[in-house]
Protein backbone atom coordinates (compact mmCIF):
# COMPACT_ATOMS: atom_id res chain seq x y z
CA UNK A 1 0.00 0.00 0.00
CA UNK A 2 2.64 2.62 0.39
CA UNK A 3 4.24 2.31 -3.27
CA UNK A 4 0.45 3.31 -4.16
CA UNK A 5 0.76 6.09 -1.55
CA UNK A 6 3.92 6.91 -2.33
CA UNK A 7 3.05 6.66 -6.30
CA UNK A 8 -0.30 9.04 -5.92
CA UNK A 9 2.05 11.60 -4.38
CA UNK A 10 4.62 11.69 -7.00
CA UNK A 11 2.30 12.08 -9.69
CA UNK A 12 0.50 14.92 -8.03
CA UNK A 13 3.89 16.27 -7.54
CA UNK A 14 4.87 15.97 -10.71
CA UNK A 15 1.44 17.90 -12.19
CA UNK A 16 1.73 20.72 -9.90
CA UNK A 17 4.79 21.52 -10.55
CA UNK A 18 3.88 21.63 -14.30
CA UNK A 19 1.73 23.68 -13.59
CA UNK A 20 2.78 26.61 -11.39
CA UNK A 21 6.08 26.33 -13.80
CA UNK A 22 3.90 26.71 -16.97
CA UNK A 23 2.74 30.09 -15.41
CA UNK A 24 5.42 31.27 -14.29
CA UNK A 25 7.57 30.48 -17.72
CA UNK A 26 4.76 32.22 -20.14
CA UNK A 27 4.43 35.10 -18.16
CA UNK A 28 8.22 35.08 -17.68
CA UNK A 29 8.29 35.00 -21.87
CA UNK A 30 6.01 37.96 -22.25
CA UNK A 31 7.54 40.35 -19.76
CA UNK A 32 10.92 39.74 -20.68
CA UNK A 33 10.06 39.89 -24.58
CA UNK A 34 8.21 43.54 -23.87
CA UNK A 35 4.95 42.34 -25.03
CA UNK A 36 2.86 42.55 -21.89
CA UNK A 37 3.65 45.19 -18.84
CA UNK A 38 2.13 42.39 -16.57
CA UNK A 39 4.67 43.23 -13.68
CA UNK A 40 2.46 42.56 -11.10
CA UNK A 41 1.14 39.41 -12.64
CA UNK A 42 4.96 37.87 -13.40
CA UNK A 43 5.85 38.96 -9.66
CA UNK A 44 2.87 36.95 -8.23
CA UNK A 45 3.70 33.65 -10.13
CA UNK A 46 7.45 33.99 -9.74
CA UNK A 47 6.53 33.99 -5.87
CA UNK A 48 4.16 31.45 -6.19
CA UNK A 49 6.81 28.82 -8.39
CA UNK A 50 9.56 29.95 -5.46
CA UNK A 51 6.89 29.20 -2.52
CA UNK A 52 6.24 25.64 -4.37
CA UNK A 53 10.31 24.96 -5.10
CA UNK A 54 11.24 26.18 -1.84
CA UNK A 55 8.38 24.77 0.74
CA UNK A 56 9.67 22.34 3.14
CA UNK A 57 6.77 20.61 3.89
CA UNK A 58 6.89 19.35 0.62
CA UNK A 59 10.65 18.33 1.70
CA UNK A 60 9.36 16.72 4.90
CA UNK A 61 6.94 14.65 2.71
CA UNK A 62 9.04 13.99 -0.05
CA UNK A 63 11.75 12.48 2.62
CA UNK A 64 8.88 10.33 4.30
CA UNK A 65 7.61 8.72 1.23
CA UNK A 66 11.25 8.09 0.30
CA UNK A 67 11.69 6.56 3.06
CA UNK A 68 8.94 4.06 2.51
CA UNK A 69 9.77 3.37 -0.64
CA UNK A 70 13.33 2.16 0.39
CA UNK A 71 12.01 0.27 3.05
CA UNK A 72 10.37 -1.94 0.35
CA UNK A 73 12.10 -4.74 -1.35
CA UNK A 74 13.71 -3.63 -4.92
CA UNK A 75 12.03 -4.62 -8.28
CA UNK A 76 11.41 -2.24 -11.23
CA UNK A 77 8.33 -0.63 -10.42
CA UNK A 78 10.32 0.27 -6.62
CA UNK A 79 13.58 1.31 -7.78
CA UNK A 80 12.12 3.61 -10.77
CA UNK A 81 9.95 5.48 -8.49
CA UNK A 82 12.54 6.07 -5.47
CA UNK A 83 14.60 7.59 -9.00
CA UNK A 84 11.87 9.81 -9.29
CA UNK A 85 11.64 10.42 -5.95
CA UNK A 86 15.36 11.37 -5.10
CA UNK A 87 14.85 14.27 -7.58
CA UNK A 88 12.37 15.79 -6.63
CA UNK A 89 14.25 15.69 -2.90
CA UNK A 90 17.18 17.00 -4.58
CA UNK A 91 15.22 19.88 -6.07
CA UNK A 92 13.31 20.84 -2.84
CA UNK A 93 16.75 20.38 -0.79
CA UNK A 94 18.82 22.90 -3.20
CA UNK A 95 15.46 25.14 -2.92
CA UNK A 96 13.67 24.93 0.40
CA UNK A 97 13.76 27.41 2.82
CA UNK A 98 12.82 26.03 6.26
CA UNK A 99 12.24 29.16 8.47
CA UNK A 100 9.76 31.78 8.20
CA UNK A 101 12.17 34.38 7.97
CA UNK A 102 14.19 33.19 5.21
CA UNK A 103 10.70 32.76 3.47
CA UNK A 104 9.82 36.17 4.06
CA UNK A 105 12.96 37.88 3.17
CA UNK A 106 12.51 35.71 -0.18
CA UNK A 107 9.21 37.62 -1.10
CA UNK A 108 11.06 40.45 -0.73
CA UNK A 109 13.67 39.94 -2.67
CA UNK A 110 11.52 38.79 -5.29
CA UNK A 111 9.31 42.18 -5.36
CA UNK A 112 12.70 43.91 -5.16
CA UNK A 113 14.16 42.59 -8.07
CA UNK A 114 11.14 43.42 -9.95
CA UNK A 115 10.68 46.46 -9.23
CA UNK A 116 14.37 46.89 -10.60
CA UNK A 117 13.61 45.20 -13.53
CA UNK A 118 10.71 47.40 -13.96
CA UNK A 119 12.79 50.54 -14.10
CA UNK A 120 15.60 48.89 -16.10
CA UNK A 121 13.10 48.48 -18.75
CA UNK A 122 12.64 52.25 -19.44
CA UNK A 123 16.21 52.82 -19.49
CA UNK A 124 17.87 53.61 -22.63
CA UNK A 125 20.95 54.04 -23.09
CA UNK A 126 22.38 55.60 -26.60
CA UNK A 127 25.59 56.09 -28.49
CA UNK A 128 26.80 57.55 -31.81
CA UNK A 129 26.46 54.39 -34.45
CA UNK A 130 28.02 54.24 -38.05
CA UNK A 131 26.35 56.96 -39.86
CA UNK A 132 27.49 59.44 -37.03
CA UNK A 133 24.23 59.50 -35.47
CA UNK A 134 23.31 59.27 -31.54
CA UNK A 135 20.57 56.46 -31.40
CA UNK A 136 19.63 54.78 -28.64
CA UNK A 137 21.16 51.49 -28.32
CA UNK A 138 20.59 47.98 -26.50
CA UNK A 139 23.84 46.13 -25.38
CA UNK A 140 24.08 44.16 -28.19
CA UNK A 141 24.39 46.81 -30.18
CA UNK A 142 26.93 48.62 -27.40
CA UNK A 143 28.78 45.27 -28.02
CA UNK A 144 28.61 45.54 -31.72
CA UNK A 145 29.72 48.88 -32.25
CA UNK A 146 32.71 48.54 -29.89
CA UNK A 147 34.18 45.76 -32.37
CA UNK A 148 33.35 47.37 -35.89
CA UNK A 149 33.09 51.18 -35.29
CA UNK A 150 36.28 52.34 -37.13
CA UNK A 151 36.17 55.84 -35.29
CA UNK A 152 37.25 55.88 -31.98
CA UNK A 153 34.73 58.50 -30.21
CA UNK A 154 32.11 56.39 -31.55
CA UNK A 155 33.74 53.45 -30.19
CA UNK A 156 34.02 55.55 -27.17
CA UNK A 157 30.75 56.39 -26.74
CA UNK A 158 29.33 52.56 -26.79
CA UNK A 159 31.85 52.17 -23.54
CA UNK A 160 30.71 55.16 -21.89
CA UNK A 161 27.13 54.02 -22.22
CA UNK A 162 28.30 50.55 -20.40
CA UNK A 163 29.93 52.63 -17.75
CA UNK A 164 26.59 54.27 -17.55
CA UNK A 165 24.48 51.15 -17.10
CA UNK A 166 27.12 50.70 -14.43
CA UNK A 167 26.06 53.93 -12.21
CA UNK A 168 22.12 53.89 -13.15
CA UNK A 169 22.79 49.61 -11.36
CA UNK A 170 24.31 51.35 -8.61
CA UNK A 171 22.10 54.66 -8.20
CA UNK A 172 18.49 52.09 -8.31
CA UNK A 173 18.83 49.32 -6.20
CA UNK A 174 21.50 47.12 -7.02
CA UNK A 175 23.57 47.42 -3.85
CA UNK A 176 20.27 46.96 -1.47
CA UNK A 177 19.74 43.85 -3.63
CA UNK A 178 22.96 42.73 -2.56
CA UNK A 179 22.49 43.79 0.89
CA UNK A 180 19.27 41.69 1.16
CA UNK A 181 20.71 38.64 -0.92
CA UNK A 182 23.43 38.31 1.74
CA UNK A 183 20.94 38.65 4.48
CA UNK A 184 18.52 35.97 2.80
CA UNK A 185 21.80 33.99 2.45
CA UNK A 186 22.50 34.23 6.08
CA UNK A 187 19.56 33.21 7.19
CA UNK A 188 19.77 30.02 5.48
CA UNK A 189 23.42 29.65 7.51
CA UNK A 190 25.61 30.61 5.16
CA UNK A 191 27.94 32.66 5.10
CA UNK A 192 26.82 34.95 2.01
CA UNK A 193 24.89 35.07 -1.00
CA UNK A 194 28.07 33.74 -3.05
CA UNK A 195 28.63 30.57 -1.58
CA UNK A 196 25.00 29.79 -1.29
CA UNK A 197 24.91 29.86 -4.68
CA UNK A 198 28.04 27.85 -5.38
CA UNK A 199 26.96 25.11 -2.95
CA UNK A 200 23.23 24.83 -4.04
CA UNK A 201 23.76 25.26 -7.89
CA UNK A 202 27.00 23.60 -8.70
CA UNK A 203 27.28 21.44 -5.55
CA UNK A 204 30.93 22.98 -4.77
CA UNK A 205 32.66 25.41 -2.17
CA UNK A 206 34.02 28.80 -2.87
CA UNK A 207 37.78 27.34 -2.00
CA UNK A 208 36.92 24.31 -4.48
CA UNK A 209 35.75 26.79 -7.19
CA UNK A 210 38.92 29.31 -6.72
CA UNK A 211 41.36 26.36 -6.56
CA UNK A 212 40.45 25.76 -10.23
CA UNK A 213 40.01 29.08 -11.68
CA UNK A 214 43.27 30.29 -10.19
CA UNK A 215 44.49 27.33 -11.47
CA UNK A 216 43.20 27.91 -15.10
CA UNK A 217 44.49 31.88 -14.36
CA UNK A 218 47.98 30.77 -13.57
CA UNK A 219 48.25 28.21 -16.27
CA UNK A 220 47.31 30.84 -18.69
CA UNK A 221 49.19 34.30 -17.63
CA UNK A 222 51.80 33.80 -19.78
CA UNK A 223 49.50 33.64 -23.41
CA UNK A 224 47.28 36.61 -21.93
CA UNK A 225 50.89 39.15 -21.00
CA UNK A 226 51.85 37.81 -24.60
CA UNK A 227 48.56 38.91 -26.23
CA UNK A 228 48.96 42.53 -24.48
CA UNK A 229 52.19 43.18 -25.21
CA UNK A 230 51.65 42.09 -28.47
CA UNK A 231 49.02 44.33 -29.33
CA UNK A 232 51.14 47.42 -28.16
CA UNK A 233 54.16 46.31 -30.31
CA UNK A 234 51.89 46.15 -33.14
CA UNK A 235 48.88 49.54 -32.68
CA UNK A 236 50.73 51.24 -29.77
CA UNK A 237 49.58 51.85 -26.03
CA UNK A 238 45.76 53.32 -27.02
CA UNK A 239 45.22 49.20 -28.77
CA UNK A 240 44.54 47.86 -24.85
CA UNK A 241 41.95 51.13 -23.95
CA UNK A 242 38.92 48.84 -23.07
CA UNK A 243 36.92 50.91 -25.97
CA UNK A 244 39.63 50.37 -28.88
CA UNK A 245 40.63 46.30 -27.86
CA UNK A 246 37.57 44.79 -29.43
CA UNK A 247 38.31 46.54 -32.88
CA UNK A 248 41.92 46.44 -32.63
CA UNK A 249 41.73 42.77 -32.58
CA UNK A 250 38.81 41.90 -34.09
CA UNK A 251 37.16 44.62 -36.06
CA UNK A 252 38.46 44.17 -39.64
CA UNK A 253 37.94 40.44 -39.55
CA UNK A 254 34.18 41.07 -38.27
CA UNK A 255 33.84 43.21 -41.62
CA UNK A 256 35.56 41.11 -43.70
CA UNK A 257 33.85 37.62 -42.31
CA UNK A 258 29.92 39.56 -42.65
CA UNK A 259 28.92 39.22 -46.15
CA UNK A 260 29.67 35.41 -45.41
CA UNK A 261 27.40 34.94 -42.82
CA UNK A 262 24.71 38.08 -43.01
CA UNK A 263 22.00 37.19 -40.91
CA UNK A 264 19.22 36.66 -43.30
CA UNK A 265 20.58 32.85 -43.95
CA UNK A 266 21.48 32.12 -39.87
CA UNK A 267 18.42 30.16 -39.47
CA UNK A 268 19.07 27.74 -42.27
CA UNK A 269 22.48 27.36 -41.33
CA UNK A 270 21.49 26.28 -37.56
CA UNK A 271 18.63 24.04 -38.99
CA UNK A 272 21.17 22.03 -41.33
CA UNK A 273 23.98 21.85 -38.98
CA UNK A 274 21.81 20.74 -36.34
CA UNK A 275 20.40 18.25 -39.03
CA UNK A 276 23.75 16.53 -40.30
CA UNK A 277 24.98 16.52 -36.65
CA UNK A 278 21.61 13.98 -35.83
CA UNK A 279 20.72 16.10 -33.10
CA UNK A 280 16.08 16.05 -32.53
CA UNK A 281 14.15 17.45 -30.63
CA UNK A 282 11.82 14.17 -29.62
CA UNK A 283 8.52 16.41 -30.81
CA UNK A 284 9.07 19.56 -29.27
CA UNK A 285 7.74 23.20 -29.83
CA UNK A 286 10.56 25.67 -30.28
CA UNK A 287 9.59 29.35 -30.12
CA UNK A 288 12.55 31.48 -31.11
CA UNK A 289 12.56 35.64 -30.86
CA UNK A 290 15.55 36.69 -32.79
CA UNK A 291 15.61 40.16 -33.64
CA UNK A 292 15.91 43.38 -31.60
CA UNK A 293 13.26 45.99 -30.52
CA UNK A 294 12.49 48.60 -28.10
CA UNK A 295 11.20 47.36 -24.84
CA UNK A 296 12.76 43.68 -24.79
CA UNK A 297 15.21 42.00 -22.86
CA UNK A 298 18.56 42.48 -23.95
CA UNK A 299 20.48 39.28 -23.96
CA UNK A 300 19.17 35.65 -25.08
CA UNK A 301 18.19 32.88 -23.28
CA UNK A 302 16.78 29.86 -23.29
CA UNK A 303 13.71 28.68 -20.65
CA UNK A 304 11.30 25.98 -20.90
CA UNK A 305 7.99 26.52 -20.16
CA UNK A 306 7.06 22.86 -20.52
CA UNK A 307 9.73 20.90 -18.85
CA UNK A 308 9.98 17.20 -21.20
CA UNK A 309 9.00 13.88 -19.26
CA UNK A 310 7.52 10.85 -19.27
CA UNK A 311 4.13 10.64 -17.55
CA UNK A 312 2.49 8.18 -15.10
CA UNK A 313 1.41 6.47 -17.61
CA UNK A 314 4.56 6.30 -19.88
CA UNK A 315 3.33 8.97 -22.24
CA UNK A 316 5.93 11.14 -23.80
CA UNK A 317 5.56 15.07 -23.37
CA UNK A 318 7.46 16.88 -25.46
CA UNK A 319 8.90 20.05 -24.35
CA UNK A 320 8.13 23.24 -24.66
CA UNK A 321 10.97 26.10 -24.97
CA UNK A 322 11.20 29.21 -25.85
CA UNK A 323 14.50 30.75 -27.16
CA UNK A 324 15.63 34.42 -28.24
CA UNK A 325 18.64 36.74 -29.31
CA UNK A 326 18.52 40.69 -30.34
CA UNK A 327 20.28 41.03 -33.53
CA UNK A 328 19.63 43.89 -35.86
CA UNK A 329 20.04 42.95 -39.35
CA UNK A 330 21.23 45.82 -40.65
CA UNK A 331 24.33 46.44 -38.57
CA UNK A 332 27.66 44.48 -39.20
CA UNK A 333 27.98 41.77 -37.36
CA UNK A 334 24.48 40.96 -36.59
CA UNK A 335 24.68 37.83 -38.76
CA UNK A 336 27.62 36.23 -36.55
CA UNK A 337 26.02 37.09 -33.13
CA UNK A 338 22.75 35.75 -35.06
CA UNK A 339 24.23 32.32 -35.75
CA UNK A 340 25.91 31.83 -31.95
CA UNK A 341 23.12 32.91 -30.09
CA UNK A 342 20.81 30.14 -32.48
CA UNK A 343 23.59 27.40 -31.69
CA UNK A 344 23.83 28.69 -27.84
CA UNK A 345 20.17 28.63 -27.29
CA UNK A 346 19.53 26.14 -29.80
CA UNK A 347 22.02 23.45 -27.80
CA UNK A 348 19.93 24.52 -24.81
CA UNK A 349 16.89 23.74 -26.19
CA UNK A 350 18.37 20.23 -27.28
CA UNK A 351 19.52 19.60 -24.22
CA UNK A 352 16.11 20.16 -22.07
CA UNK A 353 14.04 18.45 -25.02
CA UNK A 354 16.19 15.23 -24.58
CA UNK A 355 15.55 14.72 -21.16
CA UNK A 356 13.82 11.36 -20.72
CA UNK A 357 12.86 11.05 -17.00
CA UNK A 358 9.45 10.24 -15.46
CA UNK A 359 9.65 13.65 -13.57
CA UNK A 360 9.71 17.15 -14.80
CA UNK A 361 12.51 18.30 -12.07
CA UNK A 362 14.91 16.46 -14.03
CA UNK A 363 14.32 18.67 -16.94
CA UNK A 364 14.36 22.38 -15.80
CA UNK A 365 17.35 24.89 -15.77
CA UNK A 366 17.02 25.80 -12.06
CA UNK A 367 18.86 24.09 -9.04
CA UNK A 368 19.59 21.43 -8.42
CA UNK A 369 20.69 21.20 -12.60
CA UNK A 370 23.99 22.89 -12.42
CA UNK A 371 24.38 26.13 -14.60
CA UNK A 372 28.28 24.65 -15.49
CA UNK A 373 26.52 21.42 -16.89
CA UNK A 374 23.53 23.58 -18.73
CA UNK A 375 26.24 25.98 -20.45
CA UNK A 376 28.41 22.63 -21.72
CA UNK A 377 25.48 21.96 -24.06
CA UNK A 378 24.92 25.29 -25.19
CA UNK A 379 28.85 26.02 -26.22
CA UNK A 380 29.64 22.88 -26.99
CA UNK A 381 27.22 23.80 -30.26
CA UNK A 382 28.41 26.99 -30.33
CA UNK A 383 32.08 26.07 -30.30
CA UNK A 384 31.36 24.47 -33.72
CA UNK A 385 31.18 28.07 -35.36
CA UNK A 386 34.92 28.58 -34.23
CA UNK A 387 36.12 25.23 -36.83
CA UNK A 388 38.02 26.20 -39.86
CA UNK A 389 35.89 23.23 -41.78
CA UNK A 390 32.11 24.75 -40.46
CA UNK A 391 33.43 27.81 -41.71
CA UNK A 392 34.39 26.51 -45.31
CA UNK A 393 30.95 24.04 -45.37
CA UNK A 394 28.49 26.87 -43.95
CA UNK A 395 30.11 30.13 -44.46
CA UNK A 396 29.19 32.21 -48.04
CA UNK A 397 28.44 35.21 -49.56
CA UNK A 398 24.89 36.26 -51.72
CA UNK A 399 26.31 34.22 -54.61
CA UNK A 400 26.97 31.48 -52.98
CA UNK A 401 30.99 31.24 -52.94
CA UNK A 402 32.58 30.17 -49.86
CA UNK A 403 34.85 32.33 -47.35
CA UNK A 404 38.05 32.34 -48.74
CA UNK A 405 40.44 30.87 -46.67
CA UNK A 406 42.65 33.62 -46.51
CA UNK A 407 39.77 35.16 -44.50
CA UNK A 408 39.39 31.73 -42.31
CA UNK A 409 43.48 32.46 -41.81
CA UNK A 410 43.11 36.32 -40.90
CA UNK A 411 40.15 34.82 -38.59
CA UNK A 412 42.82 32.44 -36.48
CA UNK A 413 45.34 34.89 -36.59
CA UNK A 414 42.97 37.80 -35.13
CA UNK A 415 41.01 35.16 -32.39
CA UNK A 416 43.88 32.78 -31.17
CA UNK A 417 46.07 35.64 -29.82
CA UNK A 418 42.87 36.38 -27.59
CA UNK A 419 41.57 33.27 -26.80
CA UNK A 420 43.22 33.45 -23.11
CA UNK A 421 42.01 36.63 -22.51
CA UNK A 422 38.54 35.72 -23.53
CA UNK A 423 38.36 32.46 -21.26
CA UNK A 424 39.86 34.81 -18.87
CA UNK A 425 36.54 37.21 -19.28
CA UNK A 426 34.60 34.50 -17.64
CA UNK A 427 36.68 34.41 -14.71
CA UNK A 428 36.86 38.50 -14.30
CA UNK A 429 32.76 37.78 -12.71
CA UNK A 430 33.11 34.89 -10.10
CA UNK A 431 36.31 36.67 -8.29
CA UNK A 432 34.23 40.11 -8.61
CA UNK A 433 31.09 38.96 -7.31
CA UNK A 434 32.57 36.64 -4.62
CA UNK A 435 34.78 39.38 -2.93
CA UNK A 436 31.11 41.88 -3.27
CA UNK A 437 29.43 39.80 -1.59
CA UNK A 438 31.89 39.19 1.41
CA UNK A 439 31.69 43.43 1.58
CA UNK A 440 30.19 44.47 5.16
CA UNK A 441 26.78 46.11 4.26
CA UNK A 442 28.72 49.46 5.36
CA UNK A 443 31.35 49.10 2.71
CA UNK A 444 28.49 48.69 -0.12
CA UNK A 445 28.84 51.99 -1.56
CA UNK A 446 28.93 52.93 -5.29
CA UNK A 447 32.51 54.11 -4.80
CA UNK A 448 34.05 51.12 -3.11
CA UNK A 449 32.07 48.80 -5.35
CA UNK A 450 33.20 50.39 -8.76
CA UNK A 451 37.02 50.56 -7.36
CA UNK A 452 36.77 46.47 -6.47
CA UNK A 453 35.31 45.95 -10.13
CA UNK A 454 38.16 48.05 -11.57
CA UNK A 455 40.11 46.27 -9.54
CA UNK A 456 39.20 42.98 -10.30
CA UNK A 457 39.42 43.56 -14.10
CA UNK A 458 43.04 44.72 -14.27
CA UNK A 459 44.10 41.60 -11.79
CA UNK A 460 42.60 39.02 -13.89
CA UNK A 461 42.72 41.24 -17.60
CA UNK A 462 45.57 43.08 -17.42
CA UNK A 463 43.45 46.32 -18.00
CA UNK A 464 40.16 47.19 -17.94
CA UNK A 465 37.50 45.06 -19.47
CA UNK A 466 35.71 46.03 -22.87
CA UNK A 467 32.09 44.67 -20.81
CA UNK A 468 32.09 47.00 -17.62
CA UNK A 469 31.36 44.46 -14.73
CA UNK A 470 27.79 45.96 -13.47
CA UNK A 471 26.33 46.61 -17.02
CA UNK A 472 26.39 42.66 -17.37
CA UNK A 473 22.72 41.59 -16.87
CA UNK A 474 23.27 38.07 -14.50
CA UNK A 475 24.62 40.18 -11.85
CA UNK A 476 20.84 41.87 -11.70
CA UNK A 477 18.58 38.71 -11.73
CA UNK A 478 18.65 36.46 -8.33
CA UNK A 479 18.56 33.18 -10.68
CA UNK A 480 21.75 34.23 -12.95
CA UNK A 481 23.50 36.23 -9.98
CA UNK A 482 26.69 34.87 -8.24
CA UNK A 483 26.32 32.21 -11.34
CA UNK A 484 29.06 33.37 -14.01
CA UNK A 485 31.13 30.61 -12.90
CA UNK A 486 29.50 28.20 -14.69
CA UNK A 487 29.91 29.53 -17.90
CA UNK A 488 33.88 28.99 -17.73
CA UNK A 489 33.84 25.68 -16.21
CA UNK A 490 31.48 24.54 -19.02
CA UNK A 491 34.06 25.67 -21.42
CA UNK A 492 36.77 23.22 -19.61
CA UNK A 493 33.55 20.64 -20.52
CA UNK A 494 33.44 21.85 -23.99
CA UNK A 495 37.01 21.40 -24.69
CA UNK A 496 37.16 18.35 -23.17
CA UNK A 497 34.29 16.84 -24.97
CA UNK A 498 35.85 18.16 -27.91
CA UNK A 499 39.30 16.75 -27.30
CA UNK A 500 37.16 13.48 -26.83
CA UNK A 501 34.80 13.44 -30.11
CA UNK A 502 38.45 14.83 -32.41
CA UNK A 503 40.24 11.82 -30.46
CA UNK A 504 37.75 8.97 -31.72
CA UNK A 505 36.10 10.23 -34.18
CA UNK A 506 38.70 12.90 -36.03
CA UNK A 507 36.33 15.22 -36.44
CA UNK A 508 33.30 17.60 -35.39
CA UNK A 509 31.61 19.52 -37.89
CA UNK A 510 28.68 17.53 -39.28
CA UNK A 511 29.68 14.68 -37.42
CA UNK A 512 26.69 12.49 -37.49
CA UNK A 513 27.62 10.71 -34.51
CA UNK A 514 27.38 13.69 -32.07
CA UNK A 515 24.25 14.58 -31.37
CA UNK A 516 23.22 10.60 -30.27
CA UNK A 517 26.27 10.46 -28.34
CA UNK A 518 25.20 14.27 -26.37
CA UNK A 519 21.62 12.60 -26.27
CA UNK A 520 22.48 9.34 -24.14
CA UNK A 521 25.54 10.61 -22.19
CA UNK A 522 24.40 14.12 -21.59
CA UNK A 523 21.43 15.04 -21.98
CA UNK A 524 18.69 11.83 -21.35
CA UNK A 525 19.87 12.01 -17.48
CA UNK A 526 19.01 15.28 -16.75
CA UNK A 527 20.02 16.63 -13.43
CA UNK A 528 19.93 13.09 -12.13
CA UNK A 529 23.99 13.73 -12.81
CA UNK A 530 26.40 15.45 -11.30
CA UNK A 531 28.74 17.45 -14.23
CA UNK A 532 31.88 15.29 -12.96
CA UNK A 533 29.83 11.91 -13.79
CA UNK A 534 28.41 13.52 -16.98
CA UNK A 535 31.63 13.86 -18.33
CA UNK A 536 33.27 10.54 -17.12
CA UNK A 537 30.38 8.79 -19.03
CA UNK A 538 31.08 10.30 -22.31
CA UNK A 539 35.05 10.64 -22.33
CA UNK A 540 35.80 8.48 -19.50
CA UNK A 541 37.88 11.22 -17.71
CA UNK A 542 36.19 13.56 -14.35
CA UNK A 543 36.63 17.08 -14.86
CA UNK A 544 39.66 18.76 -15.50
CA UNK A 545 40.84 21.84 -17.00
CA UNK A 546 43.88 21.41 -18.90
CA UNK A 547 42.21 20.74 -22.66
CA UNK A 548 41.08 24.06 -22.19
CA UNK A 549 44.15 25.98 -20.81
CA UNK A 550 46.25 23.55 -23.82
CA UNK A 551 43.67 26.04 -26.49
CA UNK A 552 44.38 29.20 -25.17
CA UNK A 553 47.92 28.63 -25.15
CA UNK A 554 48.75 27.13 -28.47
CA UNK A 555 50.59 29.72 -31.20
CA UNK A 556 48.70 31.08 -34.22
CA UNK A 557 50.78 28.95 -36.31
CA UNK A 558 49.89 25.65 -34.01
CA UNK A 559 45.75 26.61 -34.83
CA UNK A 560 46.39 27.54 -37.98
CA UNK A 561 47.61 24.04 -38.46
CA UNK A 562 44.74 22.15 -36.87
CA UNK A 563 42.79 24.51 -39.14
CA UNK A 564 43.97 23.93 -42.47
CA UNK A 565 44.24 19.85 -41.21
CA UNK A 566 40.01 20.28 -40.56
CA UNK A 567 39.66 21.51 -43.96
CA UNK A 568 41.65 19.05 -45.89
CA UNK A 569 39.90 16.29 -44.49
CA UNK A 570 36.73 17.70 -44.34
CA UNK A 571 37.13 17.98 -48.23
CA UNK A 572 38.46 14.58 -48.87
CA UNK A 573 34.94 13.04 -46.53
CA UNK A 574 31.98 12.30 -48.87
CA UNK A 575 29.54 14.94 -48.60
CA UNK A 576 26.23 13.90 -47.20
CA UNK A 577 22.89 13.45 -49.31
CA UNK A 578 20.81 16.62 -49.30
CA UNK A 579 17.83 14.70 -48.01
CA UNK A 580 18.39 14.60 -44.16
CA UNK A 581 15.60 14.23 -41.22
CA UNK A 582 13.91 17.05 -39.93
CA UNK A 583 14.81 18.48 -36.13
CA UNK A 584 11.59 16.93 -34.99
CA UNK A 585 10.57 19.78 -33.68
CA UNK A 586 7.19 22.21 -34.18
CA UNK A 587 9.30 25.50 -34.94
CA UNK A 588 7.77 29.29 -34.77
CA UNK A 589 9.62 31.96 -35.55
CA UNK A 590 8.38 34.97 -33.97
CA UNK A 591 9.10 39.13 -33.48
CA UNK A 592 7.01 39.88 -30.61
CA UNK A 593 3.04 38.85 -31.01
CA UNK A 594 4.52 38.46 -34.91
CA UNK A 595 4.39 35.36 -36.69
CA UNK A 596 6.91 35.51 -39.25
CA UNK A 597 7.58 31.52 -40.13
CA UNK A 598 6.62 28.48 -38.82
CA UNK A 599 7.63 24.71 -40.08
CA UNK A 600 4.11 23.49 -40.23
CA UNK A 601 5.46 23.04 -44.16
CA UNK A 602 8.73 21.57 -43.48
CA UNK A 603 11.64 23.30 -41.70
CA UNK A 604 12.85 24.09 -45.41
CA UNK A 605 9.72 26.69 -46.11
CA UNK A 606 10.02 27.82 -42.66
CA UNK A 607 13.80 28.90 -43.66
CA UNK A 608 12.59 30.60 -47.27
CA UNK A 609 9.67 32.71 -45.39
CA UNK A 610 11.83 33.83 -42.62
CA UNK A 611 14.38 34.78 -45.07
CA UNK A 612 12.25 36.90 -47.59
CA UNK A 613 10.90 38.50 -44.63
CA UNK A 614 14.42 39.83 -43.35
CA UNK A 615 15.21 40.77 -47.01
CA UNK A 616 11.69 42.68 -47.31
CA UNK A 617 12.33 44.86 -43.20
CA UNK A 618 15.95 44.90 -43.92
CA UNK A 619 16.94 45.48 -47.84
CA UNK A 620 20.41 45.31 -48.63
Known sequence: MSLVNARAFFDSLNLDYVAVHRTKEALFWTTYMGTSADDEGFTRAERAFKDFVSDPARLSATRAQLAQVEALPPDPERDLLLHGLRGWQALFEANVIESDAGRALMHELVDAEAVLFAKRRTYVPTHVNERGEVVDATLASLATNLATNPLDERRRSSFDAFRGLEQWALDNGFLDLVRLRNRFAR??????????KLRK???MTTSGLFAILDDFLDRTDAANARMLTGLRAQHGDAAVLPWNLRFATTGDIVRRMDPYLTFAPALRRWVESFRRLGIGFRGATLQLDLLDRAGKFQNGFCHCPGPAWVNARGEWIPGQINFTSEARPDQVGSGTRAIVTLFHEGGHAAHFANVVQQAPCFSQEYAPTSMAYAETQSMFCDSLLDDADWLTRYACD???????????????????????????????????ESALYQLSDEALTPETVLALARQTERRVLGMESPRPLLAIPHLLNQESAAAYQGYLLAEMAVAQTRAFFLERDGYLTDNPAIGPALSTHYWEPGNSVDHDTMLRTLTGEGFTARHLASACNKSVDEA????????RAAAARPSRADALPSLDAHIRIVHGDELLADSTEGEDVMCARFETWVHAHYPA
Do not use: Y
Not at 187 to 196: I, K, R, T, V, Y
Not at 560 to 567: I, K, N, Q, V, Y
Open 201 to 203: NER
Open 560 to 567: WTDATDSM
Open 398 to 432: ADGQPMPEAVIHARVASLQPMLAFEKRMLAVVPCF
Open 187 to 196: ALGFSDFFEM
